[in-house]
């Protein structure tokens, strides 16, 4: 098993920045990609941003030139260091990880408990 454990959420006004950290451990051979999601009240879960192994990124269009995604050094990190919030930034962010447990196994989806983030107008 995986677990991952999300940090720095919080309430901020507009215009404000915040940084989510992601710490994966148990159970791991490799992880493939890490990013963030989000779901706000009365929505889907939608992709913020991913990053693979190799440094890779993908992210929402409404993120871009905002939001920046990275990975620490040994790789079982991910990070999301959000500028120029705004209102509609509000939602659960939660982190996801791609993880191999051992060579040539397919890889499983984790996810962490998810991280409030409230931006005041």
């Known amino acids: 098993q995986v677990q991952l454990v999300e940090s720095g959420g919080g309430l901020v006004q507009a215009g404000g920045s915040l940084r989510l950290s992601c710490a994966a451990s148990?159970?791991?051979?490799?992880?493939?990609?890490m990013g963030w999601y989000r779901q706000a009240p009365g929505k889907q879960r939608e992709l913020v941003a991913t990053?693979?192994?190799?440094?890779?990124?993908n992210s929402a269009d409404s993120v871009k030139g905002r939001f920046t995604i990275s990975r620490g050094n040994a790789k079982n990190s991910v990070y999301l260091q959000m500028n120029s919030l705004k209102p509609e930034d509000t939602a659960v962010y939660y982190c996801?990880?791609?993880?191999?447990?051992?060579w040539g196994v397919g890889e499983r989806h984790y996810w962490g408990q998810g991280t409030q983030v409230t931006i005041s107008s």
């Open positions: 996801n990880a791609a993880v191999q447990h051992a």
């Open positions: 148990g159970s791991i051979f490799s992880i493939n990609f």
């Open positions: 990053i693979t192994d190799g440094g890779i990124i």
